[in-house]
């Protein structure tokens, strides 16, 4: 139901956008969020934008990512800037409904490297 797109390998300093596509039959978005985990570590909260657009980053990437959302076309996206090894990781697209269920999209692999 969801389709994740934008990765690849990038230098450091570099950006990426990335998209996640919901499918047709899903009627609303609610909270998305990005979500990424790196080898060895657990998965990670990278940005949420709830309906009303308020967003939340993690500190990490404050003032280098933003998360958008387009609901017409039921997208987000994830701008990544400013790109550093640390951030390489699989991230994932997450959708949490009003009752609270999760759905994941596949991951697409981010790589910051010289």
């Known amino acids: 139901q969801l389709q994740a797109s934008g990765g690849g390998l990038v230098q450091p300093g570099g950006s990426l956008r990335l998209s996640c596509a919901a499918s047709k039959s899903i009627l609303r978005l609610y909270t998305m969020s990005w979500y990424r985990q790196a080898p060895g570590k657990q998965r990670e909260l990278v940005a949420r934008i709830e309906m009303s657009g308020n967003t939340d980053y993690a500190d990490s990437v404050k003032g280098r990512f933003t998360i958008s959302r387009d609901d017409a076309e039921k997208r987000v996206y994830l701008q990544m800037n400013n790109l550093k090894a640390e951030d390489t990781a699989v991230y994932y697209c997450?959708?949490?409904?009003?009752?609270?269920?999760?759905?994941w999209g596949q991951g697409t692999q981010v790589t910051v490297s010289s």
């Open positions: 997450n959708r949490k409904t009003s009752v609270g269920a999760d759905f």
